[in-house]
């Protein structure tokens, strides 16, 4: 039995609420629905029309959106709706039966190579969704949830390795230079991202030092507000503009008497000084300008 978790998630259209799940849904492209004869391929999708509120089901990798008739408000029907389809999936229930877009030749995949301002990480970003989570590799001892992590390590020249949403961040050793071995790093993960190789099974951390020092979303509902507070700026200012340069910063602590704030830096950004140095600096900034009297200083620790 599966052991699939889901949240739930508005949309800018009141009409759409998006149900997000812990595990991919389907390996193949996102599929629209409009009523139950176009569903005749989806198990959970036919489902769901026999609800009488259900206008429209989009089910992509990770996520199922509905968009309802105006009968109901979601608030009055979406936790049943959720359980409704957890009961499926728990249960084996298929979300699309794919066999014959399995049977067609692979689907294309483009990955392209970005620098970062850490000179020793390549950034490899795919044109799709490769994790549901976040996750750092620092060797290939720690790589039992990643088999591409595993078969990345293989190349000598890798040092570390970061997955998040849609890239791949590789920190390299001094011994080769990226323009020796760009192509040869871009080549192997499309071409095993096309293939559908298995990339990072969810639902847990992948190495022990972010185990014991880090989460890929953040429990808040034991921190106090101030921390709270540096948790949702951090994740609405700061790491959007950290994963575009293929790193990722997590929340550590935030001492109330002191008044500083602990962080850790992974991907691009870890070990590497100037970024080190910048991002504190940002962070600490503009932690200062919006929790006024609440900061006195940032400390950013490497992943």
């Given at each position: 039995?599966?052991n ?10 009141p009409?759409i ?11 193949q ?9 176009e ?5 959970i999708a036919?489902?769901?029309f026999y609800?009488p509120?259900v ?6 990798q ?20 959720a ?6 999936l ?15 030749k692979k ?6 190579a970005e620098?970062?301002?850490n ?5 490899f ?6 994790v549901l989570?976040?996750a750092?590799?620092k060797s ?5 949830r ?7 390590f293989?190349?000598?020249?890798v ?11 590789i ?5 080769a230079e990226?323009?020796?071995i760009?192509n ?6 499309k071409?095993?991202?096309e293939e ?10 992948s190495?022990?030092q972010?185990?014991e020092?880090?989460?890929?979303k953040?429990?808040t509902?034991?921190?106090d507000?101030?921390s709270?507070e540096?948790?949702q ?5 700061v790491?959007p503009?950290v994963a575009?340069?293929?790193g ?11 008044k500083?704030?602990?962080?850790i ?11 080190t ?7 600490e900034?503009?932690l ?6 609440k ?5 950013a620790?490497?992943?």
């Amino acid at each position: 039995m599966s052991n699939y978790t889901v949240e739930i998630k508005p949309t800018n259209k009141p009409s759409i609420l998006k149900f997000e799940f812990n595990e991919f849904l389907t390996k193949q492209k996102g599929h629209e629905y409009h009523n139950i004869e176009e569903a005749a391929n989806s198990p959970i999708a036919s489902q769901l029309f026999y609800l009488p509120f259900v206008k429209t089901v989009y089910i992509s990798q990770n996520f199922i959106a509905i968009e309802r008739f105006n009968i109901v408000e979601w608030e009055d029907v979406q936790d049943e709706v959720a359980e409704q389809m957890l009961k499926h999936l728990n249960e084996g229930g298929k979300v699309v039966n794919e066999e014959e877009a399995k049977s067609t030749k692979k689907v294309p995949v483009t990955v392209y190579a970005e620098s970062t301002p850490n000179p020793s990480v390549m950034k490899f970003v795919a044109n799709k969704k490769l994790v549901l989570e976040s996750a750092e590799f620092k060797s290939i001892d720690e790589t039992e949830r990643s088999p591409l992590a595993e078969k990345l390590f293989h190349f000598p020249f890798v040092k570390e390795i970061f997955m998040d949403e849609n890239y791949i961040s590789i920190n390299k050793y001094d011994m080769a230079e990226w323009d020796m071995i760009t192509n040869e790093l871009r080549s192997f993960i499309k071409a095993y991202v096309e293939e559908g190789g298995p990339i990072l099974k969810t639902g847990s951390v992948s190495t022990k030092q972010t185990e014991e020092s880090s989460a890929p979303k953040i429990d808040t509902s034991n921190l106090d507000e101030v921390s709270k507070e540096i948790v949702q700026i951090l994740e609405e200012y700061v790491k959007p503009a950290v994963a575009s340069d293929g790193g990722n910063i997590v929340f550590k602590s935030y001492n109330k008497d002191s008044k500083d704030v602990e962080v850790i830096l992974q991907g691009a950004c870890s070990g590497c000084p100037s970024s080190t140095i910048t991002l504190k600096n940002g962070i600490e900034t503009m932690l200062k300008e919006m929790l006024q009297g609440k900061i006195n200083n940032v400390v950013a620790y490497n992943g």
